[in-house]
């Protein structure tokens, strides 16, 4: 990363040289640049029957485009367009600080892409273009970029993942300010064994909503084959 042609001061007046000067060097940062864009092109092709069929039904949900396109900040802060599946309303407002998840916005395929992560499935485009990387910061809004502080910049010091730190946590509740903390954590500490857990824990988030509707209906379908003597006490609950 030192000697970058991009770590050249910028419109935020960031010095970006002298931050990754305070990086420490790693071998595997640079193995990963390399490694990602590989990676990511084998697994577009793993994935395109997936692909093409939540696009079917994106389609056949809502009216509007299949794929949402933004400008998000990149490595040092550049801009590029993130593509991911569209699951608002093509009246949603193009910005915002934080969507809620009961929003009326929200179609009913893009309720469960959302609630499984798999809406970023097409930010493999991303990673082979060289825009981003398979693990790394959640990419900001390029136009949140103004309401940052300086030290907040250091989450751009590598390229925005499709996974990572924060996005394994960030249905936590936490204060926003506290998921900008959990990038510049995954920055000063990216190793294998950090990625390891990020993986395991996107695993998690990708399965849970696969799960729970067929759970929470075996619960019903239970309850709902039981009979009146069944549903009815054994006991006095007032009774000691």
């Not at 300086?150 to 960030?170: A, M, S």
């Not at 379908?221 to 069944?230: D, I, K, R, W, Y």
């Amino acid at each position: 990363m030192r000697g970058d042609p991009d770590c050249a001061d910028d419109a935020l007046g960031m010095n970006w040289a002298a931050l990754v000067a305070r990086l420490p060097p790693s071998g595997y940062r640079r193995f990963r640049n390399a490694f990602d864009r590989v990676a990511a092109a084998l697994l577009l092709l793993l994935v395109s029957p997936l692909i093409f069929a939540i696009a079917l039904a994106i389609l056949m949900d809502s009216s509007g485009p299949i794929f949402f396109l933004q400008y998000r900040a990149g490595r040092f802060a550049k801009p590029f367009k993130i593509i991911k599946f569209r699951t608002m309303s093509t009246s949603t407002p193009e910005s915002s600080l934080k969507v809620a998840p009961d929003n009326p916005c929200i179609t009913r395929v893009g309720r469960f892409l959302r609630n499984s992560g798999i809406d970023e499935l097409p930010n493999l485009w991303n990673v082979v273009r060289g825009d981003m990387a398979l693990i790394g910061p959640r990419p900001e809004q390029v136009a949140l970029l103004d309401y940052y502080r300086q030290w907040q910049h250091l989450r751009h010091l590598v390229k925005p993942g499709i996974t990572g730190w924060w996005q394994i946590h960030h249905r936590d509740s936490e204060p926003m300010h506290l998921n900008v903390e959990k990038d510049i954590y995954y920055v000063c500490k990216q190793s294998p064994a950090l990625d390891a857990r990020i993986v395991l824990g996107t695993l998690r988030v990708f399965v849970h909503p696969l799960l729970s509707r067929p759970l929470l209906a075996a619960r019903r379908q239970a309850g709902s084959t039981l009979s009146p003597a069944e549903l009815t006490p054994t006991t006095d609950p007032h009774t000691k």
